[in-house]
């Protein structure tokens, strides 16, 4: 399980190790996984590093000097490396390795230059400060457009250009011609657009909540060290920032306790639920669905061919007769009725999918909720759940869509409109966990499950694929099964259910990547579960 961290709690791990004098060393390790990174995306594009053309944009501070120092590595290996500077305070020992090895430099239109000092009181420059100003002053430090058009014929023939503008102390975005010349070459397309490496974290990205400010250049890898950054492992940064490589840099004893969490793919195989040889249709975990109406009866459908396929020992449906008789011509081993939840006996619920516009399922959905009982919530359902209950709310698992949260964000007097929900999931989502005191499994690119703890999962094992009418049904009905299984051997608690819902995220997404060219709708998602599900059980941990 990948464990993922605030920027503020990086830095403060760095803390201890920089004022023991350790900076120089956490530097040369994060360079030195930065260029492998580099030499891996060359590679994989059939370029050696001997001869490649490599673009370095280096901001100011650390990120800057990273990128240097991994430019330098390169250089030394025969790379023709190239630096933007784009900062007043460029990194002067990472830019005087740059220099020896072979860089070269070059300046944007409105860069500032490097001062001699601050305070502008006369002093001697070191070997270091000397070299700032040689190379802001004697190469290409000229203003003109003819530097201009120099500096963007080495971006378009660069086989590969390293992002280390901003850091994870990186506020707003890019700005001035650094955001001008990232939003063009963003632009270019096909093979007029080189390989992207970015240093940490895609400049623009914020390193903590994934929110995106001003243009971003769009990595195919991200080489980020230290700790994973909780900003690149939930929409909309996770999709800036391709693969991303993780560099060990020797802090992992200072970071504190992680709040986001991803399940990786050996987690799924030993959470996946299996039987036991003494179990039996009870103990196996019921799963009841209260789902469709007659004029929705396909999320019904749907939602219980999922659950039936995850394995429970029953799956119970409580609904119009008309919807259960399709539902017994696909599935004859669901049983079916049109009583109360009360006089049922399972161990979870689903509740929501379809159900609008009939008032016999709003009531059996009401009285599940009522329960006590795990109990997803979806569609149609997410009405009847308000934040005046709150209290009450600690069994239940709420299950929108980026505009349904903003609806019961609304009635609940919270004015977070779609599009501010989908610029920050995350804190979005924890924002309702809080609010509503529940579980809340936010649907989207990246999945965000948040517990009213605080604590998050995030899965991003889907494909757009998933995104036709009726999968959100199918992941109902995962989720309701595997919450019925896993009930029917312990009590859940918050944590548990989050966990829960995480896993069958999940497993949802990986439905998606199988024929992965073909097209995909959602009634063909509930026969792949089993082979799937045989698949990921096969996969070892690691170590």
Same mark, same amino acid.
């Given at each position: 399980?990948?464990?993922? &961290?605030?920027?503020?709690?990086?830095?403060?791990?760095?803390?201890?190790?920089?004022?023991?004098?350790? @900076?120089?060393?956490?530097?040369?390790?994060?360079?030195?996984?930065?260029?492998?990174?580099?030499?891996?995306?060359?590679?994989?594009?059939?370029?050696?590093?001997?001869?490649?053309?490599?673009?370095?944009?280096? @901001?100011?501070?650390?990120?800057?000097?990273?990128?240097?120092?991994?430019?330098?590595?390169?250089?030394?290996?025969?790379?023709?490396?190239?630096?933007?500077?784009?900062?007043?305070?460029?990194?002067? *020992?990472?830019?005087? =390795?740059?220099?020896?090895?072979?860089?070269?430099?070059?300046?944007?239109?409105?860069?500032?230059?490097?001062?001699?000092? =601050?305070?502008?009181?006369?002093?001697?420059?070191?070997?270091?400060?000397?070299?700032?100003?040689?190379?802001? %002053?004697?190469?290409?430090?000229?203003?003109?457009?003819?530097?201009?058009?120099?500096?963007?014929?080495?971006?378009?023939?660069?086989?590969?250009?390293?992002?280390?503008?901003?850091?994870?102390?990186?506020?707003?975005?890019?700005?001035?011609?650094?955001?001008?010349?990232?939003?063009?070459?963003?632009?270019? /397309?096909?093979?007029?657009?080189?390989?992207?490496?970015?240093?940490?974290?895609?400049?623009?990205?914020?390193?903590?909540?994934?929110?995106?400010?001003?243009?971003?250049?769009?990595?195919?890898?991200?080489?980020?060290?230290?700790?994973?950054?909780?900003?690149?492992?939930?929409?909309?940064? *996770?999709?800036?920032?391709?693969?991303?490589?993780?560099?060990?840099?020797?802090?992992?004893?200072?970071?504190?306790?992680?709040?986001?969490?991803?399940?990786?793919?050996?987690?799924?195989?030993?959470?996946?639920?299996?039987?036991?040889?003494?179990?039996?249709?009870?103990?196996?975990?019921?799963?009841?669905?209260?789902?469709?109406?007659?004029?929705?009866?396909?999320?019904?459908?749907?939602?219980?061919?999922?659950?039936?396929?995850?394995?429970?020992?029953?799956?119970?449906?409580?609904?119009?007769?008309?919807?259960?008789?399709?539902?017994?011509?696909?599935?004859?081993?669901?049983?079916?009725?049109?009583?109360?939840?009360?006089?049922?006996?399972?161990?979870?619920?689903?509740?929501?999918?379809?159900?609008?516009?009939?008032?016999?399922?709003?009531?059996?959905?009401?009285?599940?909720?009522?329960?006590?009982?795990?109990?997803?919530?979806?569609?149609?359902?997410?009405?009847?759940?308000?934040?005046?209950?709150?209290?009450?709310?600690?069994?239940?698992?709420?299950?929108? &869509?980026?505009?349904?949260?903003?609806?019961?964000?609304?009635?609940?007097?919270?004015?977070?409109?779609?599009?501010?929900? *989908?610029?920050?999931?995350?804190?979005?989502?924890?924002?309702?966990? /809080?609010?509503?005191?529940?579980?809340?499994?936010?649907?989207?690119?990246?999945?965000?499950?948040?517990?009213?703890?605080?604590?998050?999962?995030?899965?991003? %094992?889907?494909?757009?694929?998933?995104?036709?009418?009726?999968?959100?049904?199918?992941?109902?009905?995962?989720?309701?099964?595997?919450?019925?299984?896993?009930?029917?051997?312990?009590?859940?608690?918050?944590?548990?259910?989050?966990?829960?819902? =995480?896993?069958?995220?999940?497993?949802?997404?990986?439905?998606?990547?199988?024929?992965?060219?073909?097209?995909?709708? =959602?009634?063909?998602?509930?026969?792949?579960?089993?082979?799937?599900?045989?698949?990921?059980?096969?996969?070892?941990?690691?170590?």
């Amino acid at each position: 399980m990948i464990s993922a &961290h605030t920027a503020a709690a990086v830095r403060a791990a760095e803390e201890p190790l920089l004022l023991a004098g350790r @900076g120089a060393e956490l530097m040369l390790r994060a360079s030195h996984g930065l260029a492998q990174g580099v030499v891996k995306i060359l590679r994989s594009r059939g370029c050696g590093v001997y001869g490649s053309r490599v673009l370095l944009l280096a @901001g100011s501070g650390n990120n800057g000097g990273d990128a240097l120092y991994a430019g330098a590595y390169l250089a030394a290996r025969g790379a023709r490396t190239t630096a933007v500077l784009t900062g007043a305070r460029t990194h002067p *020992e990472a830019l005087a =390795a740059f220099r020896r090895a072979g860089g070269r430099c070059m300046r944007l239109a409105d860069a500032p230059q490097e001062s001699a000092a =601050a305070d502008g009181a006369a002093r001697v420059d070191t070997p270091e400060e000397s070299a700032v100003r040689d190379c802001a %002053n004697r190469e290409s430090a000229a203003r003109g457009s003819a530097a201009q058009a120099a500096l963007w014929d080495e971006a378009v023939r660069a086989d590969a250009v390293l992002d280390g503008l901003l850091g994870t102390g990186g506020r707003g975005g890019l700005r001035g011609a650094a955001a001008k010349f990232v939003a063009r070459l963003q632009a270019l /397309e096909g093979s007029a657009r080189p390989a992207v490496v970015a240093c940490d974290l895609p400049s623009g990205v914020d390193a903590t909540t994934g929110a995106v400010r001003g243009p971003v250049l769009r990595a195919d890898m991200t080489v980020t060290f230290g700790a994973h950054k909780s900003g690149l492992l939930t929409a909309p940064g *996770e999709q800036w920032c391709g693969a991303v490589e993780f560099i060990d840099i020797g802090i992992a004893d200072f970071l504190g306790e992680a709040t986001v969490f991803r399940l990786e793919a050996a987690d799924l195989g030993t959470l996946l639920p299996q039987p036991a040889a003494a179990d039996h249709k009870y103990t196996r975990g019921v799963a009841g669905v209260v789902a469709g109406s007659g004029q929705y009866p396909g999320a019904g459908l749907l939602a219980v061919s999922a659950a039936s396929a995850c394995g429970p020992g029953m799956v119970r449906y409580l609904g119009p007769a008309a919807v259960a008789a399709a539902i017994h011509g696909r599935n004859p081993e669901v049983v079916c009725s049109e009583a109360s939840p009360a006089e049922l006996r399972v161990q979870a619920w689903l509740v929501g999918p379809g159900i609008d516009g009939d008032n016999a399922q709003r009531e059996r959905a009401a009285d599940a909720i009522a329960s006590g009982l795990p109990t997803v919530v979806d569609a149609g359902a997410l009405e009847l759940v308000a934040p005046a209950q709150k209290t009450d709310n600690a069994h239940l698992i709420l299950t929108p &869509h980026a505009g349904e949260l903003a609806a019961i964000m609304a009635r609940a007097g919270i004015g977070l409109d779609r599009a501010g929900i *989908e610029a920050e999931p995350l804190a979005a989502a924890r924002t309702a966990a /809080e609010l509503f005191g529940a579980v809340v499994l936010l649907k989207g690119a990246t999945t965000v499950v948040a517990a009213p703890d605080g604590r998050v999962f995030t899965q991003s %094992n889907g494909t757009p694929r998933l995104g036709t009418a009726g999968s959100g049904d199918t992941l109902a009905g995962i989720l309701v099964a595997l919450l019925a299984m896993a009930a029917a051997t312990q009590p859940l608690v918050p944590y548990d259910l989050a966990r829960t819902a =995480a896993l069958a995220a999940a497993l949802h997404g990986e439905l998606s990547r199988v024929d992965a060219d073909a097209p995909l709708n =959602a009634g063909e998602l509930a026969a792949r579960i089993p082979h799937v599900w045989a698949q990921l059980c096969q996969i070892k941990p690691q170590g």
